[in-house]
């Protein structure tokens, strides 16, 4: 098998598998990450810029941007926090 058709083969299908609890924290992660880094400057300032933001820092980083930003920050945590709430059924 060529390393071609090995790529192909594994873009086909994914090996991972993950709730939906589990794939929407990882996204809520990956969004709060986005969020300090894009707003360091003016809401996470003094803290380290190589911070690494996980799950149990996301509240963290919602309520940074509705203390330290503007509008559009605000409406960001205000996504970010709803992000954090499961879906109703």
Same mark, same amino acid.
């Given at each position: 098998m &060529?390393t071609?058709?090995? +790529?192909?083969? +594994? +873009?086909?299908?994914?090996?991972?598998? /993950?709730s =939906?609890? &589990?794939?929407r924290? !990882?996204? $809520?992660?990956?969004?709060a990450? *986005?969020l300090?880094? &894009?707003?360091?400057l003016? $809401?996470? @300032? @003094?803290a380290r810029? #190589? /911070? &690494?933001?996980r =799950? =149990? #820092?996301? =509240? @963290?980083?919602? #309520?940074g941007?509705? *203390?330290?930003?503007?509008?559009e920050?605000w409406?960001a945590?205000? *996504?970010?926090e709803? !992000?954090?709430?499961?879906?109703?059924?």
């Amino acid at each position: 098998m &060529t390393t071609a058709e090995a +790529g192909r083969l +594994g +873009g086909l299908r994914s090996r991972r598998q /993950l709730s =939906a609890s &589990t794939a929407r924290a !990882m996204v $809520c992660v990956r969004e709060a990450r *986005k969020l300090f880094r &894009t707003n360091y400057l003016t $809401c996470f @300032w @003094w803290a380290r810029p #190589d /911070l &690494t933001i996980r =799950a =149990a #820092d996301v =509240a @963290w980083v919602a #309520d940074g941007l509705r *203390k330290h930003g503007g509008r559009e920050a605000w409406r960001a945590a205000a *996504k970010l926090e709803a !992000m954090l709430t499961p879906p109703s059924a």
